[in-house]
């Protein structure tokens, strides 16, 4: 069996893959704080819950963006399955070329993503992540990845709001169904939700354009809050809420010795 660690700043999602199917998945708080034991007996805890076990691990892949908790991370596979981690950075090959000013600057998440997006939907692609941050990346017909754009992520917008204003509560983040609203509550969920569809749909057009206005574009989202927002945009054609997992499985699949 397959580990695989996707660290983002909010949460860690990992998942089992036996070969090419994902035998499960889990979602656990991304805390800086926590040592490799204590990883190690969180995830021995679901590996029992699931009737899984620690020893049929034969591999761990970790892609992070989140330096501070690698250390952890590679001491937990290294106590608790004996093994070197193999994590997404320099040396990794992923079959992407990367078109940034300075390729290792781009978040592992990012690159995963298009991994497994490209394989799955070919190019030219858009993939919306939305996590602590919304992040956009734009993959070309070959498969290039070519750049994108980083906003602030719904949840983090929504906090912000209700941090710095004194009369604006904290509010959940539903649609309110109309943009004239008549409290603050609504007043609120209004301008996050419907002012986040606009966003993403306004950032994924000047994209197509910027990627040369192929018919064929796709259009992918991915991240916690990807439902939220897809279910109203004008431009999302699908969520894949397994991508990030995925790429991993095919990144492994690539550098396994
Ligand atoms: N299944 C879910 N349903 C609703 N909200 C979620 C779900 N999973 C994550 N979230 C929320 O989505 C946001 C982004 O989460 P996530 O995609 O895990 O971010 P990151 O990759 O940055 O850790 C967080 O605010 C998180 O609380
Ligand atoms: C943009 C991100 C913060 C998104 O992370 P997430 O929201 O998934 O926690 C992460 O991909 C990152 O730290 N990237 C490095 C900068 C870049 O990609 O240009
Ligand atoms: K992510």
């Known amino acids: 069996m397959l580990l695989a660690f996707d660290v983002g700043n909010t949460n860690i999602v990992l998942g089992v893959y036996k070969g090419e199917t994902l035998l499960n998945s889990w979602r656990m708080a991304t805390d ?47 106590k608790y399955f004996k093994k070197e981690a193999m994590v997404v950075g320099p040396g990794i090959k992923t079959g992407v070329n990367i078109k940034y000013d300075n390729p290792k600057q781009v978040g592992a998440d990012r690159i995963v993503n298009a991994v497994a997006a490209f394989e799955k939907y070919g190019g030219p692609l858009v993939i919306v992540d939305f996590g602590t ?60 939700i419907y002012g986040y569809i606009g966003l993403v749909d306004y950032i994924v ?24 927002i897809a279910s109203e945009s004008e431009t999302i054609d699908e969520v894949n809420g397994l991508l990030t997992l995925e790429g991993l499985r095919i990144i492994y699949e690539r550098n396994k010795a």
Do not use: W
């Open 32 to 78: 800086k704080s926590k040592t490799a034991d204590e990883y190690g007996m969180l995830v021995n805890q679901l590996f029992q819950y699931d009737g899984l076990d620690l020893n049929d691990v034969e591999d761990v892949i970790i892609s992070s963006v989140v330096p501070p908790l690698m250390y952890s991370l590679q001491h937990m596979a290294f």
């Open 133 to 192: 941050a919304t992040t956009f990346c734009a993959i070309s017909d070959k498969g290039e990845y070519m750049g994108g754009t980083i906003s602030p992520g719904i949840k983090i917008s929504s906090e912000a709001l209700f941090q710095n204003a004194a009369k604006l509560p904290r509010v959940e983040l539903i649609k309110p169904g109309h943009v004239i609203c008549k409290n603050t509550v609504s007043s609120m969920q209004s301008g996050i």
């Open 205 to 228: 057009k000047r994209m197509k354009q910027e990627l040369g206005n192929h018919p064929n574009t796709k259009v992918i989202a991915t991240g916690g809050l990807a439902n939220l």
